[in-house]
């Protein structure tokens, strides 16, 4: 599975922004995707996930009301649209995902298939 994440740059506070992810793969027709972020001396940490069809998602509470996951199927690619941003949001955001079987806050662990990530930095 090739991850291709896009998107990302600089923004002011309040701002939004929306990242994009392609996934290709020979071995799964369908996948769970994902995002995840870390920001410099933090630990790497869960977003949003969405399953394979697009209809059920989960996310964390810091996002709830700004970040919003979807997912485009014939395209096979991911969304995160990211409103309202803040300081704090200022990160490496990675594109995950993995193969359909588990429950969507099983992924708050981690995925099992990364891209390179992309920077997404808000200013003050």
């Known amino acids: 599975v090739q991850l291709q994440a896009s998107g990302g740059g600089l923004v002011q506070a309040g701002g939004s922004m929306r990242l994009s992810c392609v996934a290709t793969s020979r071995a799964f027709d369908r996948l769970d995707m994902g995002w995840f972020r870390q920001a410099p001396g933090k630990e790497r940490e869960f977003v949003a996930a969405?399953?394979?069809?697009?209809?059920?998602?989960y996310d964390v509470d810091f996002v709830k009301g700004r970040f919003t996951i979807s997912k485009d199927i014939p395209k096979n690619a991911v969304y995160l649209q990211m409103n309202s941003l803040k300081p704090e949001d200022t990160a490496v955001y990675y594109c995950t995902a993995d193969s359909p079987g588990l429950t969507l806050m099983t992924y708050y662990y981690g995925m099992n298939y990364w891209g390179k990530g992309t920077q997404v930095t808000v200013s003050s």
């Open positions: 969405i399953n394979w069809s697009g209809a059920a998602s």
